[in-house]
DNA sequence: AGCATTAGTTAATCTACCTTAACTTTTTCT
DNA sequence: AGAAAAAGTTAAGGTAGATTAACTAATGCT
């Protein structure tokens, strides 16, 4: 089974350069794998021992509350690591689900796997904390939203922001995403319609 | 003048350990400031080269929106790092504003020192990975609980999570922290007192 | 291909939280 | 210490978004 590492190599290296005894110590160590539309990669309660990234599909992370209402924490689309990082980091049970939201590809490490790559090749260490970097800043500016914009503009940014996961998920699941129900988002739909209609 | 660095050594050395001379070429690069109550060590708009780390008092760092309310990204008390990083990361103008509550000391580290600590000294990268996980798992807990508890919950969380802010804060700024009006956090806190009356 | 499930729409009613405003209490500054 | 500013409280009225429900359209599954 020969797998394409190229896209996961690609993602590394607009961070760090490696050269290529690093890259194939990392790559040993992911595993390639495929889901089924609603196959989980992770469910909460069990432990968070890995971490996926997406090569192809798409895959929803999110959170139950105690009433049985989803939140979804984000959407993994192609080159998107995702995993319940709070309790992965903390080796923790997890709060969050991660499912396949369609048929798709991604690839998994595991926990001691990074922690091992981290003490063998440092330069993990700068990747990662770039990543990390990113990471936050992202979940800041989505604080940052959630305080001081409106439901509709929520939804105005999310369209602007990641026009590449659109094409993969329900108006449901944008919804549970800006944290609304789906009939109001519908009902935001229309109004965009008619002020579109009223542009003309 | 002789500036206790105990603070930050201790804080940096919860992840990584550091020899002395490595400590000194970060204690070298430090800024030691002092600020009186409203002083602004960051202003939205203004160029975002200094990440800030507390050593008593309290900050707060802020996002105006258009209309003028404020929203509360984080407080920081003893020993948080504080800045805005999505713009510090990305040589951007500063978003948020980041004033001193009260009369408080701190350090200041700037982004080209912080570079070059992450290349002389590559244990930095791992360091600040760590800072960067953490503050990335914090946020992703925030947009969770801002997603699916009600106003009282979140309060309430607050309450039991950042014991060491209350004395440093007004019930306004914490409302502009939750997303609420102070009116509102007012009425929750009404509601509170006549539960716990009622508990007896 | 066709049935069952799920997603999306629309509308009426409801509620968590906001706005405004008038007032009291606390804090800050000189 | 005392005036001025800011914080906190209370209450009336308003609004963004939730809930419920009944329906239509699309999708997945065998």
């Given amino acids: 089974m020969a797998v394409d590492f190229q896209a996961i190599i690609a993602n590394l ?3 760090t350069e490696f050269n290529p005894a690093e890259l194939a110590q990392f790559t040993s160590q992911l595993t390639w794998r495929q ?3 609603r196959d989980c990669l992770l469910r909460a309660g069990q432990p968070t021992r890995k971490i996926f990234y997406g090569l192809s599909g798409a895959l929803r992370a999110f959170y139950v ?15 998107w690591w995702v995993t319940d990082m709070y309790c992965f980091v903390n080796a923790q049970p997890a709060m969050l689900t991660i499912e396949a939201i369609e048929y798709s590809h991604y690839l998994e490490l595991t926990k001691s796997s990074l922690e ?24 800041q500016l989505r604080v940052i939203e959630n305080l001081s914009l409106t439901a509709e503009e929520r939804y105005l940014q999310f369209l602007k922001k990641y026009p590449q996961i659109l094409p993969h998920v329900t108006q449901k699941q944008i919804a549970s995403y800006l ?9 935001i739909r229309k109004n965009q319609r008619q002020k579109s209609i009223a542009q003309k």
Same sequence: chains 1, 2.
């Fill in 65 to 79: 509350d105690k009433t049985g209402r989803e939140s979804t924490i984000m959407f993994a689309v192609a080159d």
């Fill in 116 to 139: 091992q790559l981290y003490l063998t090749v440092p330069k993990f260490e700068r990747c990662f904390r770039i990543l990390f970097q990113n990471a936050y800043t992202r979940e």
């Fill in 35 to 37: 889901a089924a539309r």
């Fill in 179 to 187: 944290g609304i129900t789906p009939e109001f988002l519908s009902l």
């Fill in 13 to 15: 290296s607009r961070h």
